[in-house]
């Protein structure tokens, strides 16, 4: 499975983007996705995530409310929806994903990454 982000940028405190995944490979649906975000200086942390079964899903506490995941099977593509958008949200942000996974788990089918950066 290959996976493929991109809708990051520049985007002012409040703003909103949204990021996607495009996946080649494999039937996307028959996988569990995350999103993970790495800022400088700091660990990768998860930031969202949705199950196989579509049945699961979770976030970060930090982005609780302002984040949504989806996904579209059909496109084979994942989404993170990113409203309210604070400085603390600029990072380098990555697709996961990981055949019939769960949420959260563990992943081994990775994107190359996407700058989000958030300042005035």
């Known amino acids: 499975l290959q996976l493929v982000e991109s809708g990051g940028g520049l985007v002012q405190p409040g703003g909103s983007l949204r990021l996607s995944c495009v996946s080649s490979?494999?039937?996307?649906?028959?996988?569990?996705i995350g999103w993970f975000r790495q800022a400088p200086g700091k660990e990768r942390e998860a930031v969202s995530c949705?199950?196989?079964?579509?049945?699961?899903?979770n976030y970060a506490d930090s982005v609780k409310g302002r984040f949504t995941i989806s996904r579209d099977n059909a496109k084979n593509t994942m989404y993170l929806q990113m409203n309210s958008l604070k400085p603390e949200d600029t990072a380098v942000y990555y697709c996961?994903?990981?055949?019939?996974?769960?949420?959260?788990?563990?992943?081994?089918?990775w994107g190359q990454g996407t700058q989000v950066t958030v300042s005035a």
């Open positions: 996961a994903a990981e055949y019939l996974g769960g949420c959260p788990w563990i992943y081994h089918s």
């Open positions: 490979g494999s039937t996307l649906g028959d996988y569990g």
């Open positions: 949705i199950s196989s079964s579509g049945g699961s899903t």
